[in-house]
């Protein structure tokens, strides 16, 4: 077991002083005693019949040292109490009513300012009475009660833009100056609330929330002593948590053959029109709505991803008009709502008769033929009818030119 305690560290130093965490005897038989490790200051209070109060006590140079209590009230009482993280102080105790100190006894004034005891000046001890028969105690309020932070707001998710309202609550014997609202890690309070009258509770508000604005949330409060003008800041409250949505715009485009031109689709022919978003959510949707000149037409897909597609599978005059896209989250009973997207212009077009492409051509190619076939034929006949007169020609140079023998006697 002593093996086992020496690897413990025998000291914590908390906030600038030492604590003893434990003096008694290991089942040995060996003394175990917990001292500090450093010369300090360190301030405790010893032999309090409850917490935060008893003997003022200040370890200096390796030892225990008591305070005389001539000329003390809540001014060092309060220096005291806030050293050693118990509130401010609520009386001083004169004539060793702790108990009788050993070792050394000083004698101090603080002017309710210092942070610790030990910065508080010291006065050359000239009063033969000064001994531990006078060795002062304090109690002390008690460390500040802890605030209760709750959301006024019945959800937890909000949109950007809107106004969450929180609720700091703590039951104090102080007078509280101010509560102040925190976002987690960040050092300066976003709300601050000042009060002119004692109240329990304040209403703290963000307005104009943002996406930076997500996160966890605690209240703190602060008051003053009788004797100090510095605030004394109370612990942290609980922490509540927030989720900021900003939906993006959706985009939108169409999916139609490639024949027909940008912002039409053939009429007859199928389309697809695609929604999507750059964050997605769960428990999102799809709303895909038309505009046209006879009314409103709105249909919505789940968005099982960052985007869905919406099928028309015969384009007709009902399909024309203006498309618009939104993206819609339901959580935490909210539904939160994108702004649309820019319009998508479709019109509908009749395709192109069949007889313009392939009739024609057909026509023409068979036009062209005909033509070609009829010339042919009459070259042929030309050159039929040519042979004949011809013939006819040369039979009658032959018989213009027939010469006739005579016999001559």
Not at 363 to 389: D, G, N, Q, Y
């Amino acid at each position: 077991m002593v093996t086992k305690m020496r690897t413990i560290l025998l000291v914590l130093t908390t906030l600038g002083y030492a604590v003893i965490i434990w003096d008694g005897v290991s089942a040995e038989g060996e003394s175990l005693r917990l001292i500090p490790s450093e010369e300090g200051p360190f301030t405790r209070l010893v032999n309090g019949n409850r917490l935060c109060s008893g003997r003022v006590e200040l370890f200096r140079k390796y030892q225990w040292v008591t305070f005389c209590d001539f000329g003390w009230d809540l001014r060092e009482a309060d220096v005291v109490c806030q050293d050693v993280g118990c509130g401010l102080g609520k009386n001083v105790v004169y004539g060793a009513a702790f108990g009788r100190g050993t070792g050394n006894i000083r004698v101090v004034q603080c002017g309710g300012q210092e942070a610790s005891l030990g910065l508080c000046p010291n006065i050359p001890n000239s009063d033969p009475s000064c001994t531990h028969g006078r060795d002062v105690g304090v109690e002390c309020t008690g460390p500040p009660a802890v605030p209760t932070l709750s959301l006024l707001s019945p959800h937890y998710m909000f949109s950007v833009g809107e106004t969450v309202h929180f609720s700091c609550y703590v039951l104090s014997e102080h007078h509280i100056s101010d509560f102040n609202l925190y976002k987690k890690g960040v050092t300066s309070p976003l709300v601050t609330q000042r009060l002119a009258t004692a109240k329990a509770s304040v209403e703290l508000t963000l307005s104009n929330l943002d996406t930076a604005q997500q996160g966890g949330y605690s209240c703190q409060y602060r008051f003053r002593g009788a004797s100090t003008s510095s605030f004394i800041s109370s612990p942290l409250s609980n922490y509540i948590y927030i989720t900021v949505v900003d939906l993006f715009t959706p985009e939108n485009w169409y999916n139609t053959s490639m024949e027909t031109p940008a912002g039409s689709v053939l009429r007859g022919h199928s389309f697809n029109i695609t929604c999507s978003t750059q964050q997605p959510y769960p428990g999102g949707s799809f709303q895909l709505r038309l505009v046209r000149s006879n009314g409103t037409v709105s249909q919505w897909l789940p968005a099982l991803t960052s985007f869905a597609t919406f099928t028309f599978p015969d384009a007709q005059n009902s399909n024309e008009g203006y498309y618009y896209c939104r993206y819609k989250v339901q959580q935490s009973g909210r539904i939160f709502m994108s702004r649309e997207s820019q319009p998508l212009p479709i019109s509908v077009i009749d395709p192109d008769p069949l007889v313009s492409r392939v009739v024609i051509s057909w026509i023409v190619s068979a036009v062209t033929f005909l033509v070609a076939l009829v010339s042919l034929v009459v070259i042929m006949h030309w050159k039929r009818e040519k042979k004949p007169l011809e013939l006819e020609r040369k039979t009658r140079t032959c018989v213009d030119n027939t010469y006739v023998a005579v016999a001559l006697k």
